[in-house]
């Protein structure tokens, strides 16, 4: 697992070199959505991991944002996202992070997200605990709803969705100390692993953008579920995550508005 961990962090890293350098240059925009975007640099930094993946694992199975899924048969799967957060690159808000995670059997055992910007390296190997910049993190203590800081996205569609996700936001945000909404879920989890939020949740999200935050959650000392406290598949896109004390809380918030 150590080897896989080091194929990771490296393929991050040097992608993670290349989204800064790339920061400050005029990039190509194209839509895939009204406003769910990509760019030439998602695109370069997914194949600078995928030739760091392939080098190093050729018989691996990969599922990345931009290229899709290999048809390699594998117990292991590569589950990547290039740039987790594209509309904060795109205006330069220093706010997004490369996420890869790696599968055995379909069950995440390996996470690294690498924030470029700032430089943090969450990583986490399933059993092992998680790490930042190679130190243990931990969720946060926080036990009363009305003391926590947590955060959240929201689906681009707009549409019935969209809505609940709104009503959502407007009963946290009058039951905590705030929600922030920072465009990267990835990052978002990572944040809860370490203490800075006390939870999140998001639905219509893909398995690209949690695979690797909910292992750090959940290595981290956190909970992990859907939005209605069921266990969360990566192929439902809809995560409830917290510090494990609030969750019950935060489930019961949720319960008075059902997503269906
Ligand atoms: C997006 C970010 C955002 C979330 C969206 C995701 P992308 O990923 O994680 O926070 O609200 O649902 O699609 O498109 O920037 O890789």
């Not at 993190?137 to 569609?157: C, D, H, M, N, R």
């Not at 750090?216 to 992990?224: F, K, Q």
Request: aromatic residues 10%; contains cysteine; negative net charge.
């Amino acid at each position: 697992m150590e080897t896989i961990l080091k194929t990771a962090e490296a393929a991050a890293r040097k992608a993670g070199a290349y989204i800064v350098e790339a920061l400050s240059e005029l990039r190509q925009v194209d839509y895939k959505g009204r406003v769910d975007m990509v760019t030439d640099v998602d695109r370069g930094s997914e194949a600078i991991i995928l030739d760091c993946v392939r080098e190093a694992w050729p018989e691996h199975a990969i599922l990345a944002e931009e290229t899709g899924a290999n048809q390699l048969r594998s117990d292991w799967r590569w589950i990547i996202d290039p740039i987790d957060g594209t509309t904060n690159f795109v205006h330069g808000y220093p706010f997004f992070c490369i996420s890869i995670a790696v599968q055995y059997r379909r069950q995440t055992v390996v996470a690294v997200v690498y924030d470029p910007v700032h430089d943090e390296m969450f990583t986490a190997v399933r059993g092992q605990g998680a790490l930042l910049n190679g130190k243990v993190i931990q969720v946060s203590q926080t036990a009363e709803l009305s003391k926590a800081l947590l955060a959240t996205g929201f689906p681009y569609e707009l549409g019935d969705r969209w809505h609940r996700a709104m009503d959502y936001f407007k009963l946290f945000y009058y039951r905590t100390h705030g929600v922030r909404r920072d465009g990267a879920a990835a990052l978002d989890l990572c944040y809860v692993a370490a203490g800075r939020f006390d939870g999140f949740w998001e639905f219509d999200l893909k398995p690209w953008d949690v695979a690797a935050g909910l292992l750090l959650v959940e290595e981290a000392g956190g909970r992990v579920s859907d939005l209605k406290g069921n266990p969360s598949g990566l192929d439902d896109g809809q995560v409830l995550v917290s510090n494990g004390g609030l969750h019950a809380q935060m489930l019961e918030v949720l319960s008075g508005l059902p997503l269906e």
